[in-house]
């Protein structure tokens, strides 16, 4: 992996000659670059070789992208498994996952995982029956659920896989190793005689999604486990004995954001956390296990983003239940196909109900969400059924259950014993009340699942359906297409849509190919560049290879190594900017051409030069001045754009803050934050006002649900047309920060006409602006926010991103105006970056990281909290600018109580209508822990800054007048005071301090560990700049590996350690 290192004083990009003429590729397809129809085509067809050639491109080209090349461990799956797809279909549990899917997959040569979690051993078997006389010998994988409470269960499963001989287990849901899992992996062991090696006739794939999951999977069985499951002559002494030489799996899947069980992570951040995991374990053990990823896996450009990242295959399952092979009904079918990313909620899971374990399901069209909250709230609340008031039990009775239930109850006994076998844990419930309810309300979960399945028409409403939120991107990715079922009049085939999302990835690599050539890019029209869209395939013909490469004395100003040399390969590949070529028998010499940052993105140049600076980056604003001006002066004094965190903060502070920002870089770019104040209107007019009388000519808006007369006068007040053209002149520049596509909506097209008309009448811009407005969308860029620090709505980014593309390409059809996008949340690793990249962003953006810089607004406790946090050390917590609202924003939650207290002060908030309504020793606890001084105090205090420092008398008129108003801006002191707490480093309120994080930190900090850009090795915390130009630098070491991967005679020629992970190291 690379690591940061210093970057000498930057050298010119060198280039490298025109390729030799066509006539030296035969076998290759040769089209004209002018030929975007043509150019087209060719790329669409992964398999062949391609030479693009044209008037100062020379002859470009194009390498296949077999399948076994989109991972560095593609192949090793593939071959492992026998298989011709580095991609398997989860197991979706109770059957939704089929027999029948399994067999249409594995009959095409895909592996699926046949989803017997919550099945009965009987309908397992049946399954295994089906899926065993159709594919023979051919490849499939059978779902291992950890079932914590029905350990019966997990344990006759096993008994059943070892008894039919399954092969291949994904294993999920496993919070921790039991002896059922090791059993069924150790079992499976023996040794070749002849080479005296392990041999692991059992194989598991197991589905993690934190890294001590990730370390208990990679590492081998538990010897204590080992040793009991021989006393137990479960095992035998030559399996205990070879134990210890195989981890417990060969493949780990890391399951991000997805249907069903789900951590909810972004895998932008989780992957390559635990790919690092995965390496530091191998130096341990030796032995490599591959890693793939799952979760958000709905069209091309999320796979290829985890390719990008290092995944060695990818896993699908939302998508798949549309098809027409899943286990559910048409019903469910036509609700899915109609689902929106959004569309998707966490509702409490039938199998570890008592645990508070939840699941993502859709929302859309059910009651199910809602109602099961509703059970586990009276679990919580009520120690047994008999405790529930009885009004509460009749609505149960009535809406829910739709019977006694007391004839729940027997149903539910009937089949424990009947179904599952299982007479003792319905003696446990009979001794245990609380445990009775459990299983009574499990009833509910466990038959909605099934009336889904089976389209039980009046229990419509009841459903459940597990669905992530790729089905939105899945849906954007097929419609209009022959994969759509509105147009096809049937469900997709599983394997068909699972083929096309793969063919997609290699066209988008194909794609990248082209754009690491500036020439490339100017001359190819961005049509032949677009989004693949499934399109039916013909018969498949074999790779065609290109003939080995002309001598490289032909290809002069290249750095020429040899492939066997791979410290040399490593060398060379670090410096972006420089031609390379690799030879060696076999391989030729295959050219490594350089990746400016500008060819990052299609975009990337255009946002250089327009906001002239020399990265496709900035750093996003951090409110309260995290964002500090000594921190937008660091980056823009090395050609960087940052955002000043004018959020939150009195105008006389952002006027100190422009004054300091402006004095220091003169003409340089810079950006200041405009952020949406719902319930503090003057605030936002004020900073319209100032920035407008001070020349900001770039603001970063952000927070706005909806658009505002502050934000519209600021871009329109900005036109002016061209006397020599006549086009428009848009001097006020606009970063929209977007998670939402009907926000993208607002942001894409111009401003409201009725809002500009209304400016035009208030006087507020001119009749040309007015005018004007009609011809300029509403922002140049717009910034695809996903999981970010601060406010977020916590969106995959590999879902989101595609998603307002794709959004923003149908605006443009409309419109003719052509918007930059953007990628931010979770951009903590050059593999983040590169994911990105690949998914189409323009730019990207970064935040929770910039919190750790040394210029940032922040104090060295803080810093060094986050140096040592994780990407699990963030939680939701109510937000001050919104808190009427309900509004929250993602905190660090390690070492600080404000999380909880703020919950608890927004609770106060729900349920009392004045702070008199709290009971007495409520208000005291307040007083004592959290304000530290009288209620009456802060009062005073709020109302001397609102009117000092805010100047909105208007604000305390209408607090006075409302009790409830009064109590919001009371507890909003101290969710405002507690972030001012944090940045100035308030000692004795450390246990208060609200500090803005997203799980990006995570992926920084073992980005960094170790090198010289980590505090602990530094003994200072890194620049704003040299961060992120590093993250950069690896996003373009990442691309260069790329090109090399692209050829499968360098990925077998080539040691593993040349084209490792980027980490930083000083240039």
Request: proline share 6%.
């Amino acid at each position: 992996p690379y690591r940061p290192e210093p970057v000498k004083a930057a050298a010119a990009v060198r280039a490298l000659p025109p390729m030799p003429a066509p006539a030296a590729l035969g076998g290759a397809t040769i089209v004209a670059a002018a030929d975007a129809a043509a150019v087209r085509k060719a790329l669409l067809d992964p398999k062949a070789p391609l030479v693009v050639e044209g008037p100062g491109v020379g002859a470009v080209q194009v390498h296949p992208v077999p399948l076994g090349s989109l991972g560095l461990g593609s192949a090793a799956f593939m071959q492992h498994y026998g298989v011709q797809y580095p991609l398997y279909t989860g197991a979706m549990a109770k059957g939704i996952a089929s027999a029948d899917l399994v067999i249409a997959a594995g009959q095409r040569g895909m592996l699926a995982s046949f989803g017997a979690g919550g099945l009965p051993i009987g309908k397992v078997t049946a399954g295994l029956d089906k899926i065993q006389a159709a594919l023979g010998s051919k490849p499939f994988a059978v779902n291992l659920i950890h079932s914590p409470f029905d350990d019966l269960l997990e344990e006759r499963n096993v008994d059943l896989f070892l008894s039919r001989g399954v092969t291949v287990v994904e294993a999920s849901a496993f919070m921790k190793l039991t002896p059922h899992v090791v059993r069924y992996r150790v079992v499976g062991l023996s040794r070749d005689a002849a080479t005296g090696r392990t041999v692991c006739k059992n194989s598991i794939i197991f589905k993690v999604s934190r890294t001590e999951l990730a370390d208990m999977a990679l590492r081998p069985p538990p010897a204590d486990m080992v040793a009991r499951l021989l006393r137990e002559g479960k095992v035998t002494a030559e399996q205990a004995a070879l134990a210890a030489t195989v981890p417990m799996c060969d493949d780990v899947t890391v399951e991000a954001d997805s249907g069903g069980h789900t951590d909810n992570r972004p895998l932008q951040v989780l992957l390559p956390v635990i790919i690092a995991r995965r390496d530091a374990v191998k130096l341990e053990t030796g032995v490599h296990v591959r890693v793939g990823a799952g979760g958000g896996i709905g069209c091309p450009e999320a796979a290829a983003a985890a390719f990008a990242m290092g995944a060695d295959f990818v896993v699908t399952g939302t998508i798949n239940q549309l098809a027409r092979q899943s286990g559910t009904c048409d019903t469910v079918r036509e609700q899915l196909s109609k689902a929106t990313y959004s569309d998707v909620v966490m509702a409490p899971a039938a199998d570890m109900f008592e645990s508070g374990v939840k699941l993502q399901v859709l929302k859309k069209g059910t009651m199910f969400p809602s109602r099961a909250l509703k059970l586990y709230e009276l679990f919580l609340a009520y120690p047994s059924l008999d405790a529930i008031p009885a009004d509460v039990r009749q609505r149960l009775e009535k809406t829910v259950f739709r019977k006694p239930i007391d004839t729940v109850w027997q149903e539910t006994v009937d089949f424990t014993l009947n179904q599952l076998k299982d007479p003792e844990k319905i003696k446990r419930a009979e001794a245990d009340p609380k445990g009775k309810m459990a299983l009574i309300f499990r009833w509910y979960l466990g038959l909605s699942s099934g009336w889904a399945n089976a389209g039980v028409t009046d229990r419509a409403m009841d459903f459940q359906v597990w669905c992530g939120p790729a089905i939105g991107s899945f849906n954007d990715f097929v419609r209009g297409t022959y994969l759509d079922p509105a147009v096809a009049n049937a469900y997709h085939d599983v394997h068909e849509a699972n083929m096309q999302l793969l063919r997609g990835a290699c066209v988008l690599r194909r794609i990248e190919q082209l754009k690491a050539h500036a020439g490339v890019r100017a001359a190819v029209d961005a049509t032949a560049l677009a989004p693949y869209r499934p399109e039916p395939v013909k018969a498949a013909a074999a790779v065609r290879a290109l003939p080995p490469m002309p001598a490289p004395a032909a290809l002069g100003g290249a750095t020429i190594v040899a492939a066997a040399d791979a410290a040399a390969v490593r060398k060379a590949l670090l410096d972006p900017k420089a031609p390379l070529v690799v030879e060696g028998p076999g391989v030729g010499a295959v050219q490594v051409h350089p990746v400016p940052l500008g060819s990052l993105g299609l975009g990337s140049a255009a946002f250089m030069q327009h906001y002239g600076v020399q990265y496709p980056l900035y750093t996003g604003a951090m409110a309260k001045g995290i964002a500090s001006a000594d921190l937008v002066i660091a980056a823009g004094q090395r050609g960087m754009l940052a955002s000043f965190g004018a959020g939150g903060l009195p105008i006389g502070k952002v006027t100190a803050g422009l004054d300091k920002i402006q004095a220091a870089l003169g003409s340089k770019p810079f950006a200041v934050n405009l952020i949406h104040s719902p319930f503090d209107d003057l605030l936002e007019e004020r900073n319209v006002d100032l920035f407008l009388s001070r020349g900001v000519t770039v603001v970063e808006a952000s927070a706005f649900m909806k658009l505002t007369p502050h934000v519209v006068r600021y871009r329109v007040v900005g036109l002016s047309r061209d006397a020599a053209t006549g086009r428009t002149v848009c001097k006020n520049s606009i970063i929209f920060k977007v998670s939402r596509t009907e926000l993208a909506d607002m942001a894409l097209r111009p401003p409201p006409a009725d809002m500009v008309a209304r400016l035009l009448r208030e006087g507020k811009v001119t009749a040309e602006q007015a005018a004007l407005a009609a011809t300029v969308p509403m922002c140049d860029d717009v910034t695809v926010e996903a999981d970010s620090g601060g406010h977020t709505d916590n969106r995959p980014l590999q879902v989101l991103l595609p998603v307002i593309i794709a959004r923003r390409d149908a605006v443009k059809l409309e419109t003719g105006v052509h918007v930059r996008v953007g990628a931010g949340g979770g951009i903590g690793c050059p593999e983040a970056a590169a994911a990105a990249f690949a998914m189409g962003a323009d730019f990207v953006v970064t935040g929770t990281i910039n919190q750790l810089a040394r210029q940032s607004g922040t104090c060295d406790t803080v810093r060094e909290q986050l140096s040592k946090a994780t990407y699990s050390d963030v939680v939701m917590a109510p937000a001050a600018d919104m808190f009427e609202s309900g509004v929250k924003l993602q905190v660090l939650k390690k070492g600080t109580m404000f999380p909880s207290r703020a919950l608890k002060l927004y609770e106060l908030f729900l349920a009392y209508p004045s702070l008199d309504a709290i009971p007495a020793d409520v208000r005291q606890r307040l007083e004592k822990t959290v304000f530290r001084k009288p209620i009456d105090t802060v009062w005073q205090e709020t109302v001397d800054f609102t009117l000092n420092q805010l100047k909105d008398p208007e604000k305390i008129k209408r607090a006075e007048a409302d009790p409830k108003g009064k109590m919001a801006l009371i507890f909003r002191w101290y969710l405002g005071l507690s972030s001012g707490w944090a940045n100035a480093g308030v000692t004795d309120r450390a246990m208060d301090f609200q500090v803005w994080c997203g799980p990006a930190i995570g992926s920084f900090n073992d980005f960094v560990r170790g090198t010289y850009l980590d505090p602990a090795v530094a003994n200072a915390y890194h620049d704003v700049h040299e961060a992120n130009m590093q993250l950069l630098r690896g996003a373009c070491v990442l691309r260069r590996i790329e090109q090399l991967k692209a050829h499968a005679g360098v990925r077998a020629a080539v040691d593993a350690t040349a084209l490792a992970p980027y980490r930083p190291e000083p240039v």
